[in-house]
DNA sequence: CTGAAAGCGCTAACAG
DNA sequence: CTGTTAGCGCTTTCAG
């Protein structure tokens, strides 16, 4: 059996209680004792049971990160990659980290109320319900690349309208003047987002931005290649094209290579999530770079804060990037 | 406060140690209690605590998922599929999930001691000494996508062996003799696997799989690409290539597409893990599809049956398939 | 089938 | 700065 409390208090010969102290408050024992302990502990390779620690404290330390998609969680790369910030972070805090899908997460909730989760972190199309419900359980919760307008709760976002706007404005530059976008219906936040960015970012420049210019599609490579295939066979068909996102923009590229259009040259394309698809197709595609890295991280952080009883900003906005390569 | 299981005995008339064992077996009250019980508990909006719980039986219920790799982890797809499988299955189970990467491996065997996790299930390069520290903490250990051969564990992986097969014979179908494969320094046991499939396979049918027809690179696009195109430039240059996962496939493509070769006209290509990449690029890729999903399963599956006290085989080997597409 | 009672390992007043 | 003591909420013999 593991050492415990009581076999340290023994060997090092002070109490239980102090031992407690040495490993939660070194600074509140003399330093003669502390090293006492140290050693008993080494000796015994005891360290504190945390189960036993929770239980006495009432408290556990844990956070989640409940990801609220259907099917794909993790599988979605923008999601690993936020979720992999997110454990990285919390492995340099002293709380721990539970990942979970939508899929359970009545069941969160559920451990949730015996105090075994404190905090959540809210990834992708989270529901209101589910944050009612959780902060009806007094847990703190953060809204990851999501808003909820109405709820007092903090959210960290990506800067959308300045991404789509570095993509079409980089386009511009490149002398176009004729860009369509297309976009796949994807989370609901994130599409309306880019697309009301696009027509917006098209009006100031005062270029037209009206059905011909915008195509819809599933969020499949298949249907987007599609939706662009008829998009690119048009007489007046676009200069350059950027996509709501990189499937949607390697849609785009296949189909260009299928008409025979070379790119950039008869046609630029643009991405939207410098995802590892950028690197893989020929020629590298040009794509709004989304700082999942930092997302994760400061998602993290207000948690935290709120878990400390400090404040943070209701909302953060994490500037986008562009990624400029062989396809504009 | 939540209520505890005090509460609701008050409520329902009966000792705290039937409250406890109408939740943990049912069976053993009678119907009328549990029924009290029950009721009860569902007006007070009681749960059992899962904290306290452990903390009396001395034991989590907890296992954990350690991808051992350096940097992406979960940014894998590869990985990610698995972990996602893993997480499925063991929400069907009343074992809880933690999920780590192989950074903190040392906090994980860590936590471990404290029987905050009482099995593991590790993915990648996991190394003997890890390996034998938990299993020296009486913590059960299964391999996924790797073996130790030595060590008395669980290893579930793919054919890697029978995936190369499917896709060197597809290609000799097709009509190809000349063959070559193209590596990079990835995983040591999935590359030694695949290279030594290809061989093997190659020899088999009596075809030539000489210095030539090997190229080394890193595991990078970029690298593959470069490595590609010094394959291509040759006047004898293969008439199909097989690259050892899709990263390495998408570089030959686009190698392919750089000296204009057309695909699969000129040069066939077939990848291996059957990832989002193939349907990415133009024209889709061939490759060998591994089933994380089923990968995940037996894992956790073995890891249950080890926990319980049963046996399972010691290795477990996934069959592969094959996803012919345009680049073949 | 049910209840009493003794822990599980640690924390947190409270005294000293 | 350190020790005593009373729990934290649940499980589990052991009687009845």
Redesign the pocket.
Known sequence: ?????????RLS?????????????P????????Q?VFEAAEILH??????????????TDKIAFLICKKDATILDEFYARICESIMRRTIQSDRQLVISTAADWVQVAGTAQ?KQVEGVILGGSAQADMVSEFQGKQIAVVLVNNRMPGFDLPCVVSDEYGGVRLAVEHLIQRGHRDIAMIAGRFSPYIVGERYNAFLQVMEEHGLEAGARHVAMCDPTVESATQAALELLKRKDRPTAVFGANDVAAAGVLKAALRLGLKVPEDLAVVGFDDSTICGMVEPELTSVHIDCRRIGEVGVDCLHALLNGETCPPVTVIPAGLRVRGSS
Chains 1, 2 share one sequence.
């Open positions: 059996m593991n050492a415990t409390i009581y076999d340290v208090s010969g002070v109490s239980i209680a102090t031992v407690s102290r040495t490993f939660a408050n600074e509140r024992v003399r330093d003669a004792t502390r006492k005891y360290s504190p049971n945390a189960i036993a620690r929770a239980m006495a404290r009432q408290q015996n």
